[in-house]
């Protein structure tokens, strides 16, 4: 039985009419799009890799630079502080007493070098491939691999406990508003960004500073990971040494209750 639509009268060819396909005008502005963005794309990278390309900077670029920049800051205010009590030394009024009262004061600070007999404590990570070196252990993970900043937190409070007149965190002097901060595996101090392994720098009698280090539960912890799993742990005699002076803004910074 033939239908009426497709033999419209007698003796006549069938006759097939298209029928209108949304999907077809979807396709083709889907392609139209795509070359669009191709276009585009290869416009803005002028045939380079935008990827790769060494223009665009990381994250970890930006801090980096950020520290050195602090870093060239810092070395640039220790200058001119110098050049400022210099000009200050010639004719400022004060006794003998009250300058010796001064440099006492600015040794405690930390501004000042200071010189004496010294020990240097380094840390580093374990390496990335490291086992279970002692039966009854567990297998690492990432967390146990690596310095926390509870790790340099307790060097720095055994070697002031022993002691420590004055105390160096890689090419830093601390003071008392040092604050030891690592985020990931870095550590962060004062604005400035250092990787492992982190050296610090202690001036004060070895044997008492060395004996602080023994004694501090925190560290004998840490230990334990050092004797099962590889990180890194070293104590040094280093005689006499030159500790720099803290050079950064003593500026202090805190918040306000709002009106």
Partial sequence: MSNSADSPGTGSSPVRRRRFRPVRILT?????????????????????NIRTDASLLKLS?????????????????GALREDVESLAERDDGRTKSQDDELAALEEKAGTQKLKGKAITVTLD???????????????????YLVIHQQDLQAVVN?????????????????????????VGNTLILQGRVYSPP???Q?????????DALAKSPAIQNYMVY??????????EDD???????????????????VD
Wanted: net charge negative; proline share 7%.
């Fill in 28 to 48: 083709a502005a889907v392609f139209a799009l795509a070359g669009l963005i191709f276009f585009t794309s290869f416009n803005t990278a002028k045939g380079t």
């Fill in 198 to 200: 982190y050296k610090i």
């Fill in 61 to 77: 670029d930006l801090i980096h630079e950020r520290s050195r920049e602090n870093g060239d800051l810092e070395e640039s205010n």
């Fill in 125 to 143: 990570d374990a390496p990335p491939d490291a086992t279970a070196k002692l039966p009854g252990y567990p297998e690492p993970q990432p967390d």
């Fill in 202 to 210: 202690a001036v004060g009698d070895p044997e008492d500073l060395k």
């Fill in 239 to 257: 005689g006499r040494v030159t500790l720099p002076g803290y050079s950064g803004t003593a500026d202090l910074h805190y918040a306000q209750p």
């Fill in 158 to 182: 055994a070697l002031w406990q022993g002691g420590a007149k004055g105390i160096k965190v890689m090419d830093q002097r601390l003071i008392s508003t040092s604050a030891v901060r690592c």
């Fill in 226 to 235: 050092v004797n099962v799993y590889g990180l890194g742990w070293k104590v």
